[in-house]
C-alpha cells in the first residue's frame, strides 16, 4: 500500500515570494492533516480535513497561508507571501477517521531566504 | 505553554541494553497517547499507542507504560538495536473536542554499536 506522498522535498524561495506543497494521502483516509515541525520542536498541527471540509484550522495563519482539500482526496497548502520565519518542514498526515492513527508523509523542507 | 514535554533531548544507549524515554503532559483530559519514530529526512512513523483505560501495551520489543496520576508515560526497547537510532516523539490527545494531537518536542536516540 502506498503511504502518504508529498511534493516537492525541498524548496528554496526567497521571502515574499509564494510557494506551494502538494500532498496526496493514503488510499481510503478521510482525514487530513498539515502540520508544521520548526527545527528542534515536534510538529504542530495547521489544519485538519474531515474529507473536504476543513474542521479545525484553528491554528493556520490565514492571512497568509490557505489550504484546500478539493474532491477530500488530495490537499495543497500555500503560503503567500512567504516570510523568513516560514522555514520548517511541512509534514501531511492522513488517517481513515478522525481519531485513529495518523501516518506521515515525507515532509516537504522549506527554506525562506 | 508546552503540554506534552520531553525532558531529555538525547540519550545514547548500549546495543542490547535497555532504552527508556520518558514523557510528561499537564492536560488531565489527555487520554490517548502515541509514540512516533523519525528518522533523517523521513516522516514520523506510527510505533506504538496506549489508551488511558491501560497502564501498559507490548508489542515485540517495545513496551509503552501510562501512569495517569504522575502524567507520564515511558517508552521501552528491549534490547536496544543500532537501528533504533532516531527521533522518538510522544503525542497526546483528548477523545472528545478537537482531536488534535500534541506532540512533544522529541528525544534523540542513540544506539551504540
Known amino acids: 500500500e502506498a503511504g502518504v506522498v508529498q511534493s516537492p522535498r525541498y524548496k528554496i524561495i526567497e521571502k515574499k515570494q509564494p510557494v506551494a506543497f502538494w500532498c496526496n494521502p493514503i488510499?481510503?483516509?478521510?482525514?487530513l492533516y498539515w502540520y508544521r515541525q520548526n527545527l528542534g520542536q515536534g510538529p504542530e498541527l495547521l489544519i485538519r480535513y474531515e474529507n473536504e471540509e476543513a474542521v479545525d484550522d484553528s491554528q493556520l495563519p490565514k492571512d497568509r497561508f490557505s489550504a484546500e482539500r478539493l474532491k477530500g482526496v488530495d490537499s495543497t497548502l500555500k503560503i503567500q507571501p512567504a516570510e523568513l520565519g516560514d522555514s520548517a518542514v511541512y509534514l501531511c498526515?492522513?488517517?481513515?477517521?478522525?481519531?485513529?492513527?495518523?501516518?506521515f508523509g515525507p515532509g516537504t523542507r522549506l527554506l525562506v531566504l | 505553554d508546552q503540554q506534552v514535554k520531553q525532558n531529555s533531548p538525547s540519550l545514547s544507549v548500549q546495543e542490547g541494553r535497555i532504552s527508556i524515554l520518558n514523557c510528561d503532559y499537564t492536560?488531565?483530559?489527555?487520554?490517548?497517547f502515541l509514540w512516533y519514530k523519525k528518522y533523517p529526512a523521513e516522516g514520523p512513523t506510527f510505533l506504538i499507542s496506549i489508551s488511558s483505560i491501560k497502564d501498559k501495551n507490548e508489542d515485540g520489543r517495545f513496551t509503552v507504560f501510562l501512569n495517569k496520576s504522575a502524567k507520564h508515560l515511558s517508552l521501552h526497547i528491549v534490547p536496544s538495536q543500532p537501528g533504533d537510532s532516531a527521533v522518538y516523539f510522544c503525542a497526546a490527545r483528548r477523545s472528545s473536542g478537537t482531536y488534535k494531537y500534541i506532540f512533544g518536542t522529541g528525544t534523540r536516540l542513540k544506539v551504540l554499536a
Open positions: 488510499s481510503g483516509h478521510n482525514t
Open positions: 492536560n488531565s483530559m489527555f487520554d490517548y
Open positions: 498526515a492522513s488517517s481513515p477517521g478522525d481519531v485513529e492513527t495518523q501516518y
